[in-house]
C-alpha cells in the first residue's frame, strides 16, 4: 500500500482498494452492471494489493492486461493451440481460479508458463522420473501422486516440482481443496512464498 500512495497519492489509493476506480474502469470499458461484478470478484482485495505493490507506474494497465489474458490469452482454444492439447484437457487441467493466477503472477507470458507445466507434467513428474528421484518403486509413485498432486505441485512450483514432490510426500507442504466445483487448491508450508492464497515457486 506505501508503494502505491507515494506514487499516486492517499486518494488514488483509497479509491483503488474501496472499488471506485474498477467501477471507473468498467464504466469507461461501457460494461453491464453484471459485467461489473463479475470483475469486482475477479479482481479480490489480496489482487489489488498484488497489483498495486508490482504496478506501481500503471495499475491500470496491469488490470487490462489480466482481463485482456482471461479474455483471449487464456481460453480453451488458446491454450489448446499452445500447448498441443485438446480442449477438453485444457478445460479439465486449469481451473479457472488457476488461469486467473497464471494471468496476475505471470502477465508477461502466462502461455511460457502453462508450457512450462506440460513440461513437468510430461516429463518432470512421470512415475519414471518420480521414482528415480525418490528411490522408489514406480507403483509406489503412481498410488501416492495422484494426477491432481502432480498438477498442483507442478503449477504451484515451476521452478523446481521434484524438491516440492519430496517435501510434500515427507509431509513439509500439503494441498489443500478448498472449492471442490473448480478444483482450486491451496497449498502451506515452510520456506515457501505466499501469494493470494497460493503458494508459487521463487
Not at 471506485?20 to 461501457?30: C, D, E, G, K, Y
Not at 489443500?176 to 478444483?183: F, I, K
Request: charged fraction near 25%; hydrophobic fraction near 35%.
Amino acid at each position: 500500500i506505501a508503494k502505491i500512495i507515494t506514487c499516486w497519492g492517499p486518494k488514488f489509493a483509497e479509491k483503488w482498494f474501496d472499488g471506485t476506480i474498477l467501477s471507473n474502469w468498467a464504466a469507461q470499458n461501457n460494461m453491464t452492471e453484471e459485467e461489473l461484478e463479475h470483475w469486482r470478484a475477479t479482481f479480490s482485495p489480496s489482487t489489488l494489493k498484488h497489483l498495486a505493490d508490482t504496478n506501481t507506474s500503471d495499475p491500470l494497465g496491469a488490470l487490462e492486461k489480466i482481463k485482456h489474458h482471461l479474455e483471449v490469452t487464456l481460453t480453451d482454444q488458446n491454450i489448446a493451440k499452445h500447448l498441443g492439447w485438446s480442449r477438453t484437457q485444457v478445460s479439465e487441467t486449469f481451473s479457472a481460479s488457476e488461469r486467473m493466477k497464471f494471468a496476475v503472477h505471470n502477465r508477461a507470458n502466462p502461455i511460457g508458463a502453462l508450457k512450462q507445466v506440460k513440461d513437468h507434467l510430461e516429463m518432470t513428474l512421470t512415475d519414471e522420473s518420480l521414482a528415480q528421484y525418490l528411490g522408489w518403486e514406480e507403483a509406489k509413485v503412481r498410488q501416492v501422486f495422484t494426477a491432481y498432486t502432480r498438477k498442483c505441485l507442478a503449477i504451484s512450483y515451476r521452478n523446481d516440482p521434484l524438491s516440492a514432490c519430496k517435501a510434500w510426500a515427507s509431509g513439509k507442504i500439503k494441498i489443500t481443496a478448498t472449492n471442490d466445483s473448480t478444483r482450486d487448491n491451496k497449498l502451506s508450508g515452510n520456506g515457501y512464498t505466499k501469494l493470494d492464497d497460493y503458494m508459487v515457486a521463487v
